[in-house]
């Protein structure tokens, strides 16, 4: 459910930006470092939410992916403490009744 709710907002904002950028067609001066040129304001509309979107996307891509290797690190010395528990528990056998 959740899926489908960021689907539609996802959607939703871009219905909005694509009437907001249709709206704003009038050419602007864009200034770089090295110049100047002129632009329809719809594409640097459409451009910049873009790039915000990719800069977004990719920090949340990093973001799964420490949380993947983390997860790897953890599940392996769970592995390892799986192990080290079942020889301690070979050599020394649990007595019921012992506390």
């Known amino acids: 459910m959740k899926r489908q709710w960021s689907l539609l907002f996802g959607i939703l904002f871009a219905l909005i930006v694509a009437v ?9 001066t864009v ?7 002129e632009w329809p304001l719809v594409l640097v509309i459409l451009i910049s939410v873009l790039l915000g979107g990719l800069m977004i ?3 949340g891509i990093i973001k799964i992916y420490a949380l993947q290797k983390k ?6 010395e769970k592995e390892e403490l ?3 528990l079942s020889k301690y528990e070979e050599v020394q056998p649990v007595v019921e009744g012992e506390s």
């Open 20 to 28: 907001f950028a249709v709206i704003n067609v009038e050419p602007v």
């Open 31 to 37: 200034n770089y470092l090295f110049g100047k040129s």
């Open 57 to 59: 996307g990719s920090t």
């Open 71 to 76: 997860l790897k690190t953890a599940a392996k």
């Open 82 to 84: 799986a192990e080290k």
